[in-house]
């Protein structure tokens, strides 16, 4: 059995650019890349979180720019290249996995998808990798269960590195979807504050290079972040509504500790899933208070008002600002937030960007159909022992 795995690379594609330190810098000063877009069909709400730099798409037909597919796949591609390379040398050596994550990709606007496989199929081979890619789709869990199947593969000796994360394109039928359903706020995103009304949908994707210990040494590599733990559960409540308990939530945070061999009084800062609806954000608020009830109270944030809410990419994202944030020993101000809801109990910080204490990084992430992740980080050493 192998260690614990190494984050070795990221990298990201969102609202507010790709660069991993640019974006940090802008989410510390309070910007959002949410931003009017257009539509042809009647939305609550034209707002939403666009890449700020578009892929190009590979095999990009005459017109007005790639469809959905060749956006997905080209989004996917460049991410997973960029990450590779952020790894360093010898990161493409040995036939590295790829697992891959998305809620439903291009599938519901475009008619040449028919798989929620071939995406990552068509990624894996614009960027050079042999071996077969791992895709899978738990909803908005779908980026953070692909970093936990990567540290599954590592610890067991499947695999000694693999590029794992999601990836969302921002379509015509998501948002409609999310306008009809009563999801999509009509004003803003307002994670974890008492005027919350719904999300923003967003697209983005980012991609982590998880490691062996011992594949890291050899190449020398740095280490960003130690995936200590990862845990998940399902509320087996309904299609999109979560179980108002918050039971099933702190199951998914405890059995991320305990894969971890921490206790919560370990937790410096948390990344909220923060959707900004009612519904999700009265639960993950009423989870993390029960939590919180012995005295300890780490500091949470959350990113989807700068980024829009981006599905299956939002926990692979979400795990690079944890990483970022314990890099940092800093957390950026939660967009728009006005007044945190009372059943947080936990500092969390509005305006301004707050410091963190010391401790390991949460990442929770709660999906339609009850899907529920956590994951736990570590602040890395720096390069591999």
């Not at 939403?48 to 190009?56: D, Q, R, S, V």
């Not at 990567?150 to 379509?171: K, P």
């Amino acid at each position: 059995m192998s260690g614990e795995p190494l984050i070795t690379g990221m990298a990201w594609s969102t609202a507010l650019g790709t660069g991993l330190d640019a974006v940090w810098e802008r989410l510390i000063a309070g910007d959002s890349g949410v931003r009017p877009v257009p539509s042809r069909h009647e939305l609550r709400n034209e707002l939403a979180g666009a890449l700020a730099e578009p892929p190009p798409g590979p095999g990009t037909p005459p017109g007005p720019g790639p469809g959905p597919r060749e956006r997905q796949r080209a989004l996917t591609a460049d991410t997973i290249a960029r990450a590779l390379d952020d790894a360093g040398p010898g990161a493409r050596d040995g036939d590295p996995w790829l697992v891959a994550g998305t809620s439903y990709g291009s599938h519901l606007d475009d008619p040449d998808t028919r798989s929620l496989y071939a995406w990552a199929a068509e990624a894996a081979r614009d960027t050079g990798l042999a071996r077969a890619p791992v895709a899978l789709s738990t909803a908005c869990s779908s980026g953070s269960d692909a970093l936990l199947v990567a540290a599954r593969l590592i610890r067991s000796g499947a695999a000694e590195r693999v590029v794992c994360g999601g990836a969302d394109v921002l379509t015509d039928a998501k948002r409609l979807g999310h306008s009809r359903l009563g999801t999509m706020s009509p004003t803003r995103l307002r994670a974890l504050d008492t005027r919350r009304d719904g999300t923003l949908l967003g697209e983005g994707a980012a991609f982590l290079v998880l490691e062996s210990a011992e594949s890291a040494r050899r190449r020398g590599a740095r280490a960003y972040a130690v995936l200590r733990g990862a845990g998940s559960s399902n509320d087996a409540t309904g299609m999109t509504a979560p179980d108002p308990s918050g039971d099933t939530v702190v199951q998914a945070i405890g059995s991320a500790l305990a894969d971890a061999g921490a206790r919560w009084e370990d937790v410096g800062v948390v990344n909220a899933h923060g959707s900004g609806t009612e519904a999700n954000d009265d639960v993950e608020t009423r989870s993390l208070g029960r939590l919180a009830e012995g005295g300890h109270r780490p500091t949470v944030f959350a990113t989807k008002g700068a980024f829009g809410h981006t599905l299956g990419a939002t926990g692979a994202m979400e795990a690079v600002a944890v990483v970022l944030a314990l890099k940092h020993r800093r957390v950026p101000p939660v967009h728009s937030l006005r007044t945190p809801l009372p059943a947080l109990a936990l500092p969390v910080p509005a305006g301004a960007p707050a410091g963190i204490g010391p401790g390991i990084g949460l990442s929770v992430t709660l999906g339609f159909g009850g899907f529920n992740t956590a994951l736990a980080l570590e602040r890395g050493p720096g390069h591999a022992r």
